[in-house]
C-alpha cells in the first residue's frame, strides 16, 4: 500500500511462467454473491476446494474474517483516530457474520478479535484434499476506505473468509491500523456477484456478464492470485495493451487519464523486462474512495482520486510494483513490511530515474534520509531516543509516522545503498532471480538477502545494519 506517497510508496495454462503460481493443484474459491445497495451488504457462500500441501496431516482449517474487524467494538479497528476522517459522514460500522458451514465438523469465530473462523474437519492427509461451504455476510461501512462504501465507489477487498497461511499452524492476520495486516497463499478464484445494474465492476482478473432489468450478475475467473477484489462504480474507462496483458484505467474525473493510462503502461513494461513477466492477461488501475495513496490487489490497484497529477503517477507506478513485490513475490506483510514496501518503493526510483521526472534518484534518496533524520530528531526529543529498526511486526510501530519512515524511507534508502555497493548489474541480476525463483509462492527475507549473496558478494551485515537499527543515515 501507498500511504505517504512520496515517502518517499489468464487463466492458468502450459507453460508455468503464465501462471502466477506453479503448484500443479491450487486451492480454489468459488464464491457467489448479492450486493444491496440498500442495506451496504454482500450475502454470499463460498465453496472452497482445499488442497493440502503442508506436508502435514490436519485436523482443522482456519480463515481470516478482515471485514469483522470493521465491527463495533473491535479491539484491533481498521483505522486510527487520525484517520477517521475517512469516515465521511459520521463513525459507522460494519462486520462479517457467518451463519453455516458445511462440509466440516464443527466450527466457531474466534481469535484475538474475533477476526479468526476456525473449522474442524475430519483428518486430510497431506496431498488430499477437502470442500467447504461456508455461507456469510458482509455489511459494509461508510468509510474510504479497503472495504466501504465511499462517497462514489464501493470497495470490496478482503470481504470473504481468506484462508490462512499455514506456518507452523495457521497463522492468524489480526487486523492493525498501521500497515497492510495481509497475508495469503495463491489460489484460483471464480466470483459471481449480482448488483444493481447501475454499477459498473473493476475486478481482479476476466470479466463476463449478463444485465436483467435493475440488475446484472458479473463473473469472474482468476487463476494463481494471491487475493481478490472489486471496485463497484461509474468511471470513464481507457484501456491500452502492452505485450500480452490488457490495461484498464477507470477514472472517476476523466481529467488526465490519459496521462495516467500512459505512466501506468510505460511502468508496467519497464516492471516486466527488469523483473520478469507479469502473468495475468490483465491489470485494473481504479480511481476510488480511499483514504491513502493507494492499495494493492492480484491485478487490480485502487488509488485515491483525490491526488495531485504529480502525487497520483507516482502511486500509480507504486501499486503497480506491487504487483512483483507482493501479489507476485508473496511475504509477510505483518510482520516484515519492508520487504514488499521497500522494494515498491526503490522500483519507482529505478522506473522514474529513467524519465524526464520530478522523481529523479538522488531527490527521492534525498528526500527520504532528510525525513528519517527528522523523525530521529523528533522521536528522540519525544522520548528520549528513537527506534530506526526496521523488521519488527506492525503493530510494533508507534505511529503511522514511525511506519512511513522506516519501511518506506528506510526501504529506499537500503535498497539504493544496496545497489551502490553491488553495482547495478548484480542488483537488477538479484531482483530478477528473486522474482523467478519465488513467483507464487511466499518468500523469507532470508529468500530476498540470498537472492543477492548468491553472487558471490556478502550482504548478510549490510542487511543486519538496516534492519536492526544499527545503521546510521
Known amino acids: 500500500?501507498?500511504?505517504?506517497?512520496?515517502?518517499?510508496?489468464?487463466?492458468?495454462?502450459?507453460?508455468?511462467?503464465?501462471?502466477?503460481?506453479?503448484?500443479?493443484?491450487?486451492?480454489?474459491?468459488?464464491?457467489k454473491g448479492t450486493y444491496s445497495a440498500e442495506d451496504n451488504t454482500f450475502q454470499g457462500t463460498l465453496?472452497?476446494?482445499?488442497?493440502?500441501d503442508t506436508g502435514e496431516d490436519l485436523t482443522s482449517l482456519a480463515f481470516n474474517l478482515y471485514g469483522n474487524a470493521y465491527r463495533?467494538?473491535?479491539?484491533?479497528?481498521?483505522?486510527?483516530?487520525?484517520?477517521?476522517?475517512?469516515?465521511?459522514?459520521?463513525?459507522?460500522?460494519?462486520?462479517?457474520?457467518?451463519?453455516?458451514?458445511?462440509g466440516g465438523e464443527g466450527w466457531s469465530v474466534g481469535g484475538s478479535d474475533e477476526t479468526l473462523l476456525t473449522v474442524d474437519i475430519p483428518a486430510l492427509a497431506a496431498g488430499d484434499k477437502i470442500s467447504l461451504s461456508i455461507d456469510f455476510s458482509t455489511k459494509l461501512a461508510k468509510v474510504n476506505h479497503r472495504l466501504g462504501v465511499g462517497e462514489h465507489c464501493v470497495n470490496l477487498a478482503n470481504f470473504y473468509p481468506i484462508l490462512c497461511v499455514y506456518e507452523e499452524g495457521w497463522q492468524e492476520c489480526g487486523y492493525t491500523s498501521v500497515g497492510d495486516p495481509f497475508y495469503?497463499?495463491?489460489?484460483?478464484?471464480?466470483?459471481?456477484?449480482?448488483?444493481?445494474?447501475?454499477?459498473?465492476?473493476?475486478?481482479?482478473?476476466?470479466?463476463?456478464?449478463?444485465?436483467?432489468?435493475?440488475?446484472?450478475?458479473?463473473k469472474t475467473e482468476a487463476k494463481g492470485v494471491r487475493d481478490f477484489a472489486l471496485v463497484l462504480g461509474n468511471w470513464t474507462v481507457s484501456t491500452e495493451k502492452a505485450g500480452d496483458t490488457v490495461i484498464h484505467y477507470y477514472s472517476l474525473g476523466g481529467e488526465n487519464a490519459s496521462?495516467?493510462?500512459?505512466?501506468?503502461?510505460?511502468?508496467?513494461?519497464?516492471?516486466?523486462?527488469?523483473f520478469g513477466a507479469y502473468p495475468y492477461p490483465t491489470l485494473s488501475i481504479v480511481e476510488t474512495d480511499f483514504c491513502f495513496g493507494g492499495m494493492e490487489h492480484a491485478g487490480l490497484s485502487m488509488l485515491n482520486e483525490k491526488l495531485d497529477k504529480e502525487t497520483m503517477e507516482y502511486a500509480i507506478v507504486h501499486e503497480i510494483a506491487h504487483e512483483w513485490w507482493y501479489e507476485g513475490v508473496g511475504s509477510d506483510q505483518r510482520n516484515h513490511a519492508w520487504m514488499d514496501e521497500g522494494l515498491a518503493e526503490y522500483s519507482c526510483v529505478l522506473f522514474f530515474e529513467g524519465r524526464d521526472s520530478v522523481y529523479t534518484r538522488e531527490g527521492v534518496v534525498s528526500t527520504a534520509k532528510k525525513?528519517?533524520?527528522?523523525?530521529?530528531?523528533?522521536?528522540?526529543?519525544?522520548?528520549?531516543?528513537?527506534?530506526?529498526?526496521?523488521?519488527?511486526?506492525?503493530?510494533?510501530?508507534?505511529?503511522?509516522?514511525?511506519?512511513?519512515?522506516?519501511?518506506?524511507?528506510?526501504?529506499?534508502v537500503l535498497f539504493d545503498n544496496l545497489r551502490e555497493s553491488i553495482g547495478d548489474?548484480?542488483?537488477?541480476?538479484?531482483?530478477?532471480?528473486?522474482?523467478?525463483?519465488?513467483?507464487g509462492k511466499i518468500a523469507t527475507k532470508e529468500d530476498l538477502i540470498s537472492s543477492f549473496s548468491r553472487m558471490g558478494v556478502d550482504v548478510q551485515g549490510f542487511f543486519a545494519s538496516f534492519l536492526e537499527g544499527k545503521v546510521i543515515i
Do not use: W
Open 371 to 412: 525525513a528519517i533524520r527528522s523523525y530521529v530528531s523528533i522521536y528522540s526529543q519525544l522520548f528520549g531516543k528513537s527506534d530506526t529498526s526496521m523488521d519488527r511486526p506492525n503493530d510494533k510501530f508507534v505511529s503511522e509516522y514511525e511506519y512511513t519512515n522506516l519501511v518506506y524511507n528506510q526501504g529506499i
Open 72 to 102: 463495533e467494538g473491535a479491539k484491533n479497528p481498521p483505522l486510527s483516530a487520525a484517520y477517521h476522517s475517512a469516515y465521511y459522514d459520521k463513525l459507522d460500522y460494519g462486520s462479517m457474520t457467518i451463519s453455516s458451514v458445511e
Open 425 to 439: 548489474k548484480r542488483f537488477l541480476e538479484g531482483l530478477s532471480h528473486y522474482y523467478a525463483a519465488h513467483r
Open 259 to 274: 496521462d495516467y493510462l500512459a505512466i501506468a503502461k510505460e511502468s508496467f513494461s519497464y516492471f516486466s523486462e527488469t
Open 47 to 52: 465453496d472452497l476446494t482445499y488442497y493440502n
Open 184 to 218: 495469503s497463499e495463491c489460489a484460483d478464484y471464480s466470483v459471481e456477484i449480482t448488483l444493481p445494474s447501475s454499477y459498473e465492476v473493476a475486478s481482479t482478473g476476466t470479466q463476463s456478464g449478463t444485465i436483467k432489468g435493475d440488475q446484472k450478475t458479473v
Open 1 to 31: 500500500m501507498n500511504k505517504h506517497l512520496f515517502s518517499l510508496a489468464l487463466l492458468c495454462f502450459l507453460p508455468l511462467f503464465l501462471t502466477g503460481c506453479e503448484e500443479p493443484e491450487s486451492t480454489r474459491y468459488d464464491i
